[in-house]
Each structure stands twice: as C-alpha cells, then as structure tokens.
C-alpha cells in the first residue's frame, strides 16, 4: 500500500518570503501521480499543482513550484513571494496512474501553513 | 457549473441516529468520490463510483455505511446507528475522466452526541 508522510505540522513564513512545505512518500510503482492541495480554513480543499512521476521537468504554477525527487521518493512544495491569502492547510497526495483497482488518492497528514504579516 | 455540492454543511446528531448525506458533482463528471477526514488529519478514501456503479470500497466502510448513486448523477452517504467515531468531514469529490484531477467539495461536517 502507498503511503504519504508529512514531517511538518505547522510552517510559518513572513509575508513575500519563500517557503518549503516536504513530502515523502512509499511505493512499489513506477508511474503515478503526486499532488498538493491547499484547504483554507472553513472552505473547500482545492488543487495548488500536479506532477506526473514520469516526467522529469519539474511542475510550476505562477508562484508554485515542486522539487520532484523520484529516486529519493521526495515531493516538496515551494511558495515564493508570499501571501496571506496562502495562509492553509496544505497535504500532499498520491495516486496511482493506472485505472485497475481504482484511482483514489492518498494523502499525507497535512502541514498548517501560517503567513505573518 | 457552480462546483461539487454537498448538503448539508453540518449535522449534529444523537448517537445510535442515522444521517444521510449528498453530493452533487460537477455536471458530466462520470467518477465520484467520497472521503472521511477527522480533525488535524488528511482525508481518508472511503468508496467511489463510476456512473452508477460503486467500484470500490475502503475497509473503513463499515457495514453501517451505506452509498448510492442512482443513474449516475448525485450520490447519498447514509451512515446508520451513528457512533461518537463517526464525527468527522465527510468529502465528495468528482473527476470527468480516471486520470483527471478531483475537485472537491465543501464537505459535511457530522457531530455524534
């Protein structure tokens, strides 16, 4: 079975710094599916980016970006410039690429990011 | 297209009380799903469907819980005989295809008295 694991909790970070949110996850498969997905408090979890194992390149969404590690099993969340509105909880996801058994996703634990102003 | 919908936002209940859920889905959107998440924790998978058929269900789907979706459309959760372990988010998700993205809703949040 594939897990996720979140190391960190909670992260803080000053308004327009950089921050890092880690991810490391367990699999016997090749090809699959890696996500981040934000949930503001009170409101609906949304997707933040998505990166296809088999693709080198690294995701990027505006100020978004991973650092995809597949050998390592790493998948970690980079948030440049930031903002309140950022300000979420934030869990890393898995899913398998392969439509057999079903497609449903894993997640990690969560970490709670907090934005100072 | 207004999003996932889920009704209602929140219940509170007696325990040994049954409660039903419902999700709506993004119109056209043939894969739902439906997820438990408790307190400080990610979201767990409890079933999911494809059109009108229930295609997998997770060990944590007790006998107690029951889903639907008749014609492929909206989908109930029932949870019978409610116990105080069963207070948590209950999510629904849907995607138009399996290898597509699963968008969310605002889930229900139960309370178990």
């Known amino acids: 079975a594939q897990t996720v694991t979140q190391s960190q909790p909670e992260m803080s970070v000053q308004e327009a710094e950089t921050v890092t949110l880690s991810c490391t996850y367990d699999t016997s498969e090749s090809d699959y599916y890696l996500f981040w997905y934000k949930q503001p408090p009170s409101r609906q979890m949304i997707l933040v980016i998505r990166q296809e194992a088999y693709k080198q390149q690294n995701a990027t969404e505006n100020r978004f970006s991973v650092n995809f590690q597949k050998a390592a099993k790493s998948f970690s969340l980079k948030i440049s410039d930031s903002q309140l509105g950022d300000a979420a909880m934030y869990f890393c996801?898995?899913?398998?690429?392969?439509?057999?058994?079903?497609?449903?996703?894993?997640f990690g634990g969560g970490t709670r990011l907090m934005v100072k102003p | 297209d207004t999003g996932v919908s889920q009704d209602p936002r929140h219940k509170i209940t007696k325990r040994g009380q049954n409660v039903t859920f419902r999700c709506d889905p993004i119109?056209?959107?043939?894969?739902l799903y439906w997820y438990r998440q408790t307190l400080g924790q990610g979201p767990e998978f409890l079933t999911y469907f494809q059109n009108e058929a229930q295609l997998e269900k997770s060990r944590l789907l007790s006998d107690r819980f029951s889903a639907e979706r008749p014609k492929g459309s909206f989908s109930t959760l029932e949870i019978q005989r409610t116990e105080q372990g069963d207070s948590a988010m209950y999510l629904c998700?849907?995607?138009?295809?399996?290898?597509?993205?699963?968008?969310f809703g605002p889930g229900t949040r139960l309370l178990v008295l």
């Open positions: 998700a849907s995607s138009p295809e399996a290898r597509e993205t699963q968008y």
């Open positions: 996801a898995y899913r398998r690429k392969f439509f057999s058994a079903g497609n449903m996703l894993t």
């Open positions: 119109s056209e959107h043939n894969r």
